[in-house]
């Protein structure tokens, strides 16, 4: 018993002892665990956060989106997940073939797909399906005698609330629930694209298997990069249409020399806005507007040229006017290169926003009831995408997924040099007319209009020894040189009349009397060329008016640096057409001169 006793408290002690150590343990464990889980979360919580803020928003089908802050956000800056690079470099090469090995895809599906080349064609716009009587060979769901089916009419029109959706353009339109398009929806014009181009960047990417894609872009204002992709010149390439300007759809096709200088001054110019976009309407000389009109629409003019005769799917026979794919807006998102060419616009944007940091606002996007619809998109799993405020649209189009290899050095530039505007048109400056004339004429070919001054400028001689350019900015006259014309910014509004929505592209040069030919003023870019006059948005297929602004400020110092002394009595502006086989009936209304102090 003794040893039992002995032996049982032995065993007695070392299995408390036991159950002791394995209680501390067990704690031990627990208070490590505890702690690797802590650290570990402390390390995942940034590159949570960073996943979360670098992608775009994207709210539900069925539910508006998280509601948002009513205050604007700050200027946010977050690591891309993926790069947009130049078509000329190693990895925008790579992305060209992505593209291409997607677009045999989109080609393949039905345009009933959402991932399908005429659907994702159709949301930029399409034609009216009363064009289409009883047959589209390229989708034959979408015709008048299917709209008027019972059986097929639902489906129709499921199509067409998912289509039409490009906010600067209110032409022919289809039955509810589209409604007329205003000016006002022309603000959307970037916000809209880069959210459009950038869900069918998810939608490549997941059929191209690329997990890197991103959208690349042609810098075609650089004069060392105006060649087109040879992918899009392939005739066996999905990226291939022949729908496009001659001159420049083949192997080697370049932008020619006087269309590259022309876009570089009409970019440059937008770079030096100071506003974002105009919702008054007055002046138009935001940077919406300006990259707008030139380079995205001269391009879109230029790149689709004139097919004349030649078959086009979308139309189902010869093309309106003898017009390329992307000269209209109807068929422009059924050329494959329009998602380079907004992807170059996009780049734009980004290098404008950040050299000068600023950005849209809800008040610069309102968005009335009628057009919230349009911000719908469809992602790379089929779902319809929708964003229902001004706040929401804000916060995707500054929070996106992607950056570019690098942004447009001419936008630092400019912005760091002293610009010669008043910052913005909205403080209401004084206003004196200057130069004006009614009822001009009909533009031509070659049209020139001679506007009378209110008043004669007289012209002195300048100072001895004194260059008329500037050294630090041969491009700019140098206004020492000769007392310039009164301070301020002159601005040359044009407006136009015309009966049926215009084709085409007109460059407008501006020109103080002097002893130049025509052929010396079109080929003096830097002096006397003021900007491009195209019709690429006109909002109507019956007539309308357009009014075209343009500051003249800079070549108006420059011409009238050297000028010789006399007297200037009245000025003269040229429309020149870049498609001189195009007829429009277009006239001119007015052309009024004003300084803005």
Same mark, same amino acid.
Request: with cysteine; glycine share 6%.
């Given at each position: 018993?003794?040893?039992?006793?002995?032996?049982s408290?032995?065993?007695?002690?070392?299995?408390? *002892?036991n159950?002791?150590?394995?209680?501390?343990?067990?704690?031990?464990?627990?208070?490590? =665990?505890?702690?690797?889980?802590?650290? =570990?979360?402390?390390?995942?919580?940034?590159?949570?956060?960073?996943?979360?803020?670098?992608?775009?928003?994207?709210?539900?089908?069925?539910?508006?989106s998280?509601a948002?802050?009513?205050?604007?956000p700050?200027?946010?800056t977050?690591?891309?997940?993926?790069?947009?690079?130049?078509?000329?470099t190693?990895?925008?090469?790579?992305?060209?073939?992505?593209?291409?090995a997607?677009? !045999?895809?989109?080609?393949?599906? #039905?345009?009933?797909?959402?991932?399908?080349?005429?659907?994702?064609?159709?949301?930029?716009?399409?034609?009216?399906?009363?064009?289409?009587?009883?047959?589209?060979? $390229?989708?034959?769901?979408?015709?008048?005698?299917?709209?008027?089916?019972?059986?097929?009419?639902?489906?129709?029109?499921?199509?067409? *609330?998912?289509?039409?959706?490009?906010?600067?353009?209110?032409?022919?339109?289809?039955?509810?629930?589209?409604?007329?398009?205003t000016?006002?929806?022309?603000?959307?014009? /970037?916000?809209?694209?880069? &959210?459009?181009?950038?869900?069918?960047?998810?939608?490549?990417?997941?059929? @191209?298997?690329?997990?890197?894609?991103?959208?690349?872009?042609?810098?075609?204002?650089?004069?060392?990069?105006?060649?087109?992709?040879?992918?899009?010149?392939?005739?066996?390439?999905?990226?291939?249409t022949d729908?496009?300007?001659?001159?420049?759809?083949?192997?080697?096709?370049?932008?020619?020399? %006087?269309?590259?200088?022309? %876009?570089?001054?009409? !970019?440059?110019?937008?770079?030096?806005?100071?506003?974002?976009?105009?919702? @008054?309407?007055?002046?138009?000389?935001?940077?919406?507007?300006?990259?707008?009109?030139?380079?995205?629409?001269?391009?879109?003019?230029?790149? #689709?040229?004139?097919?004349?005769?030649?078959?086009?799917p979308?139309?189902?026979?010869?093309?309106?006017?003898?017009?390329?794919?992307?000269?209209?807006?109807?068929? *422009?998102?059924?050329?494959?290169?329009?998602?380079?060419?907004?992807?170059?616009?996009?780049?734009?944007?980004?290098?404008?926003?950040?050299?000068?940091?600023?950005?849209?606002?809800?008040?610069?996007?309102? &968005?009335?009831?009628?057009?919230?619809?349009?911000?719908?998109?469809?992602?790379?799993?089929?779902?319809?995408?929708?964003?229902?405020?001004?706040?929401?649209?804000?916060?995707?189009?500054?929070?996106?997924?992607?950056?570019?290899d690098? /942004?447009?050095?001419?936008?630092?530039?400019?912005?760091?040099?002293p610009?010669?505007?008043?910052? #913005?048109?909205?403080?209401?400056?004084?206003?004196?007319?200057?130069?004006?004339?009614?009822?001009?004429?009909?533009?031509d070919?070659?049209?020139?209009?001679? $506007?009378?001054?209110?008043?004669? /400028?007289?012209?002195?001689?300048?100072?001895?020894?004194?260059?008329?350019?500037?050294?630090?900015?041969?491009?700019?006259?140098?206004?020492?040189?000769?007392?310039?014309?009164?301070?301020?910014?002159? $601005? &040359?509004?044009?407006?136009?009349?015309?009966?049926?929505?215009?084709?085409?592209?007109?460059s407008?040069?501006?020109?103080l009397?002097?002893?130049?030919?025509?052929?010396?003023?079109?080929?003096?870019i830097?002096?006397?060329?003021?900007?491009?006059?195209?019709?690429?948005? *006109?909002?109507?297929?019956?007539?309308?008016?357009?009014?075209?602004?343009?500051?003249?400020?800079?070549? /108006?110092?420059?011409?009238?640096?050297?000028?010789?002394?006399?007297?200037?009595?009245d000025?003269?502006?040229?429309?020149?057409?870049?498609?001189?086989?195009?007829?429009?009936?277009?006239?001119?209304?007015?052309?009024?001169?004003?300084k803005?102090?």
């Open positions: 018993m003794g040893a039992f006793s002995a032996t408290e032995v065993v007695s002690v070392t299995y408390h *002892a159950q002791m150590f394995g209680i501390v343990m067990k704690k031990f464990l627990i208070a490590l =665990m505890l702690a690797i889980f802590t650290t =570990m979360g402390t390390l995942l919580l940034p590159s949570i956060a960073y996943a979360q803020s670098s992608q775009v928003t994207q709210p539900t089908p069925s539910t508006p998280t948002l802050k009513k205050r604007s700050k200027p946010q977050s690591k891309a997940l993926y790069t947009r690079y130049s078509i000329n190693p990895e925008g090469q790579k992305a060209l073939k992505s593209l291409e997607a677009f !045999k895809i989109l080609r393949d599906n #039905g345009c009933e797909q959402p991932a399908s080349w005429y659907y994702q064609g159709a949301i930029h716009w399409v034609p009216n399906f009363s064009n289409f009587k009883n047959q589209n060979t $390229v989708c034959q769901k979408y015709t008048q005698a299917a709209f008027n089916d019972p059986q097929q009419k639902a489906e129709v029109e499921k199509l067409i *609330a998912a289509w039409q959706h490009c906010t600067h353009f209110g032409g022919e339109e289809n039955p509810p629930p589209h409604s007329p398009l000016a006002e929806y022309d603000l959307h014009f /970037l916000p809209w694209h880069r &959210l459009y181009i950038g869900y069918l960047e998810k939608i490549v990417r997941t059929l @191209s298997k690329d997990d890197q894609f991103a959208i690349p872009y042609w810098e075609y204002t650089n004069p060392k990069q105006t060649t087109i992709a040879t992918d899009f010149v392939t005739p066996d390439s999905s990226l291939y729908l496009r300007r001659s001159s420049l759809n083949r192997p080697g096709g370049k932008v020619d020399s %006087i269309q590259q200088r022309r %876009i570089e001054k009409d !970019k440059k110019n937008a770079y030096k806005s100071t506003t974002f976009n105009n919702p @008054s309407g007055e002046g138009d000389l935001d940077f919406t507007n300006l990259i707008d009109r030139s380079p995205h629409g001269a391009m879109h003019v230029y790149i #689709g040229g004139d097919v004349g005769q030649a078959y086009n979308i139309w189902q026979g010869p093309s309106p006017e003898g017009s390329g794919l992307m000269r209209d807006v109807f068929t *422009a998102g059924f050329d494959p290169i329009f998602w380079v060419h907004h992807s170059t616009i996009d780049r734009y944007w980004e290098s404008w926003t950040q050299a000068t940091k600023i950005k849209a606002t809800p008040q610069d996007l309102p &968005l009335p009831q009628e057009l919230a619809p349009l911000y719908t998109f469809v992602d790379e799993n089929g779902n319809l995408v929708k964003f229902n405020s001004s706040q929401e649209i804000i916060n995707a189009v500054y929070n996106v997924d992607y950056k570019y690098k /942004l447009d050095p001419d936008s630092q530039t400019l912005i760091k040099q610009l010669r505007t008043v910052t #913005g048109i909205r403080t209401s400056p004084t206003v004196t007319v200057v130069g004006a004339k009614k009822n001009g004429n009909n533009l070919e070659l049209t020139k209009i001679t $506007v009378p001054l209110t008043k004669p /400028l007289e012209a002195t001689q300048a100072l001895p020894g004194t260059s008329l350019r500037s050294n630090s900015e041969p491009n700019q006259p140098n206004i020492s040189a000769k007392a310039p014309l009164a301070e301020g910014k002159y $601005v &040359l509004d044009v407006t136009v009349s015309f009966t049926k929505r215009p084709i085409g592209n007109y407008v040069y501006l020109n009397p002097r002893a130049k030919t025509v052929t010396e003023i079109i080929g003096d830097d002096n006397y060329y003021i900007g491009a006059a195209n019709f690429f948005d *006109a909002h109507s297929t019956d007539g309308g008016t357009k009014t075209f602004v343009f500051d003249v400020t800079n070549e /108006l110092n420059a011409q009238w640096s050297e000028i010789e002394k006399g007297t200037v009595e000025f003269d502006v040229y429309f020149i057409s870049d498609n001189p086989s195009q007829t429009n009936d277009i006239k001119v209304e007015s052309v009024t001169l004003r803005l102090a």
